[in-house]
């Protein structure tokens, strides 16, 4: 399968560092950007990757098991997760989409804690000011305002371009090809230019939103778009977790010395399906799946690794069994998670107390009450323990 020559899909102009076959190459804008990792840094990356591949693998098989609703993959994605997600500083702060695991994984996100959304049992999962990592958003593009709007408030409170390295912030928002064809997105690219915001646009193009193709999407590769909203945009080898994290260092660094933002286009390939939901042999030839197969990130950076000798035995079995215990964990934590008091969704809908959350609280607790099972408050009601009353009405009287 041929590389398209131009046209969104093109890999003309990718930022490679390291080719699918795990070679180093070298690129003059990029090269002093790695030049301080050295061979811990690298496994450290290598480690990440693999964990994370791993729960993207037992979050699939406990879907598969009535274990969660929903999962959505990330297999494929992990070179662009987690090379960007190393060059985060801790003030930074992340809006992601749904499947940014390896990104959650480098913000000290539990990942078993990732799998109380797709459990449907929590609106979150994970405190967002805690990690810098805020909820994954389902609606698609539109986190790319909010991270503006966050970005534009970093800059007021004046931790930007202080030159202070554990003051000056950066703020990053990740999505999909297919976003760029939300309004959103574009809205966020224009306020972020006009107001210099400290933020990045990690776009991750996967070259499919669910059965869109990118080629449905744009006649021109993503990136390009930027500039004409006034921000500087580059084009990356997303399956090359090295040049992944450099075009971010150097992204970040512009945002937090109070350059504006930068449009990161990250090409790559998510082998997983969109969701469990989805069966993309409808639409993906097994050839495209097979070409991309063979430009694996984690396989990229293994090779790399054991041409300079810094993969031993003694790592790899190490990892081998901490991705077991990850496995493990995963497996019995999900299995062990309670089930939230229904009452639970009017929390955390407002910060402050709201008078009409309180009524709509109110109300429905009374209606819970109104069941004769005693089990009120679990969402289990028995066939037939509705009370005699009959069912209360919204404003609370009887029908
Ligand atoms: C505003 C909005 N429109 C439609 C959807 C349904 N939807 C869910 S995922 C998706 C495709 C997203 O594709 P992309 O942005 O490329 O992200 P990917 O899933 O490929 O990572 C769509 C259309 C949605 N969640 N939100
Ligand atoms: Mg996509």
Redo the contacts with the bound molecule.
Sequence with gaps: MAAAASGPLTTDGLVQLLTPEGRRVSHPAYDHLVAHLDADALRAMYRDMVIVRRFDTEATALQRQGELALF?QALGQEGAQIGSGHALLPQDHVFP???EHGVAHTRGVDLADVLRLFRGIDHGGWDPVAHGFHLYT?????HTLHATGYAMGVQRDGAVGTGDPTRDTAVVAY??????S?GDVSEALVFAAVNEAPVVFFC???Q???S?PTTNQSTVPLADRAPGFGIPSVRVDGNDVLASYAVTQEALQRARSGGGPTFIEAFTY?MGA?TTSDDPSRYRSAEQEDYWRRRDPIDRLRAYLESLGELPTSFLDQLDAEADDLGERIRTTVRAMGRPSPASMFEHVYATPHSVVDAERAWFEGYESSFLDGKHGDGRHGEGAHHAAGQQTRDGSHR
């Design positions: 959505a989409s749904y499947r389902l609606v698609i593009g539109s999505f999909g090809d297919g976003a760029t939300q991750q193009n996967n499919w939103a669910i869109e998510r969109h």
